[in-house]
């Protein structure tokens, strides 16, 4: 079993390189970035700018927030770490709000809030959720917070409160709703973002209204009653975004391409019968497939791996031995997406017969894995989730209703299911 450990040459912890190399007589208290969503983001000097300066917070750069979608959308070309600094965005002007509603949050409150919005996506791997279970079995809020723990023994516990956070472990469960719930502030920078980068404008979103209706009252996050149709279209903005933007069939067509030509070459690889040529990629999958290793024990490796290793395999692809691999590569390489059935409805045995059939005319003569370019399966979306995690809203009488009875939206009650056909086009 590989211990969990990283080479560093400099023999200092990884986030005291940059300010041993590079010495300033003053510096300034914050650090400004200018966000094309937001305009300017301030972070403040200190443990968060030594995170976002960490080598693994700059990974994200290279990791696109939509993966594949800009084969339909060319803008969306966005990362992972443009996404975290706007969600830190978010989250200190919520803390400001919160706080003038004289809402207890301590410096150390808010601080660990903010690492932990600003870390909670750190796990990401490639072309983020596409390969989620296709090189590795872990998920990637599980890397995320093994990453946090190591980074915690780098920063000597300056994490421990932001995981207990994170983890959902401490006493204000208001302050995990904040960084993981229905209406957190992950999915309200994601909404803003892909729509302003998509150019899709059904995804705009009133988060500054949002954000000042926020309220907490027994330890818990709640929306105040002005603020319910605020959160009735942020709940459909999310809804329209997810099948016209994250579930496009044009996108979940080269998307599941992907998982096919590297879920082939992940099984030649460890079956012996192919070597992955990037060395990172190569390293990752060495590791079993099957959970055998702690998590923490893949980290050093997983922390190298990013989008432009998979593009550089794709394009050593192009002239494999193998046929399904030579094929897939080139025809994501080239935009050659395959054709898509997607529908309420499943597809006929009719149509999936056609689809073997085309399929098998073309390409048996090639490959004898020619049916595993037939995909098929489905996708599933619900915009609401009743239960124990409702938003809540308080009432000007200074009740609290789940937002399941304060509207009569059948957002709430929509779950929407639809089934894929995916093959070559002839």
């Known amino acids: 079993m590989r211990a969990f450990q990283w080479h560093n040459p400099f023999g200092l912890p ?6 041993n190399l590079f010495s300033y007589p003053t ?3 914050h ?5 094309p969503v937001y305009g300017f983001v301030t972070i403040p000097r200190g443990i968060l700018m030594d995170l976002v300066e960490h080598p693994w917070f700059q990974r994200l750069r290279r990791i696109r ?3 594949m979608t800009d084969f339909v959308y060319p803008g969306a070309l966005h990362t992972r770490f443009q996404h975290a600094l706007g969600a830190l965005h978010l989250m200190q002007s919520t803390i400001e709000v919160l706080r003038s509603k004289d809402v207890a949050i301590s410096d150390e409150e808010a601080e660990a809030v903010q ?7 750190i796990g990401h791997g490639p072309f983020s959720h596409v390969l989620e279970h296709t090189l590795l079995p872990y998920h990637h809020e599980e890397l995320s917070q093994a990453i946090m723990q190591a980074l915690n023994s780098e920063f000597n516990g300056r994490l421990d409160l932001a995981l207990s956070i994170f983890a959902n472990t401490y006493s204000k469960p208001f302050l995990h709703q904040l960084v993981s719930g229905q209406l957190d502030m992950d999915r309200m920078d994601y909404l803003n973002r892909d729509s302003f980068f998509t150019g899709v404008h059904e995804g705009v979103i009133g988060y500054d209204r949002i954000v000042k209706m926020l309220h907490v009252v027994d330890g818990k996050l709640v929306v105040e009653e002005k603020g319910v149709y605020s959160i009735e279209k942020f709940l459909i903005a999310r809804r329209l975004m997810y099948w016209q933007v994250y579930l496009h069939k044009t996108v979940l067509a080269a998307e599941q391409m992907l998982i096919l030509a590297l879920g082939r070459l992940a099984r030649m690889h460890r079956e012996g019968l192919r070597q992955a040529i990037s060395p990172t990629l190569k390293s990752i999958l060495d590791f079993p497939s099957d959970r055998s290793l702690p998590v923490h024990s893949i980290l050093s490796e997983y922390t190298r791996l990013d989008d432009i290793d998979i593009l550089h395999e794709l394009k050593e692809l192009r002239n494999a031995d193998d046929f399904l691999l030579q094929f897939m590569a080139n025809s994501l390489l080239d935009r050659r997406l395959f054709k898509v059935y997607l529908d309420r409805q499943a597809p ?17 003569s090639l490959t004898k894995d020619w049916a595993q370019l037939v995909i098929t399966g489905q996708e599933e979306s619900k ?15 200074g009740k609290l209703v789940p937002y399941s009875d304060e509207t009569d939206s059948p957002i709430r009650e929509r779950i929407t299911k639809k ?8």
């Open 65 to 67: 927030q939509l993966g």
């Open 348 to 364: 006929s045995e009719e149509l999936l017969a056609t689809a073997h059939e085309l399929t098998r005319q073309r390409f048996e």
């Open 31 to 35: 650090k400004i970035f200018n966000d």
């Open 419 to 426: 089934y894929f056909l995916i093959y070559p086009r002839g």
């Open 14 to 19: 990884l986030h005291e390189r940059a300010q």
């Open 115 to 121: 690492i932990a919005i600003l870390l909670h996506d």
């Open 27 to 29: 510096m300034a208290a």
């Open 383 to 397: 915009a609401y989730l009743e239960g124990d995690d409702e938003i809540l809203i308080l009432k000007k009488s």
